[in-house]
Nanobody, 119 residues
Framework: QVQLVESGGGLVQPGGSLRLSCAAS????????MAWYRQSPGKQRELVAIITGGSSTNYADSVKGRFTISRDNAKNTVYLQMNSLKPEDTAVYYC?????????????WGQGTQVTVSS
């Protein structure tokens, strides 16, 4: 059974930084794209950043220049470095990954980690 476990969320002041991690575990033969999404109360879940299996990246306009997504394939882990955080970045952040396990590709989600940006 494949699981994604996020860590690194918390409370930070505006202008501060946080680093989120998401580790995949279980019977994994390959991982394709990995991504971070976020959802604020009353809003739809939105894509924050994505990194392909070949390490190409793409970002939401609202986080370009402030957030960096990266991955460590040896550890089956994806990271999100968040700098210059703003109150509007407050949300639950979810990890997502395309994983090949037990003969097929499937989409997996983490349980979410809360990020709160407030003074």
């Amino acid at each position: 059974q494949v699981q994604l476990v996020e860590s690194g969320g918390g409370l930070v002041q505006p202008g501060g930084s946080l680093r989120l991690s998401c580790a995949a575990s279980g019977v994994i033969y390959n991982i394709g794209a990995m991504a971070w999404y976020r959802q604020s109360p009353g809003k739809q879940r939105e894509l924050v950043a994505i990194i392909t299996g070949g390490s190409s990246t793409n970002y939401a306009d609202s986080v370009k220049g402030r957030f960096t997504i990266s991955r460590d394939n040896a550890k089956n882990t994806v990271y999100l470095q968040m700098n210059s955080l703003k109150p509007e970045d407050t949300a639950v952040y979810y990890c997502n990954a395309e994983i090949y396990s037990r003969g097929r590709w499937s989409d997996y989600w983490g349980q979410g980690t809360q990020v709160t940006v407030s003074s």
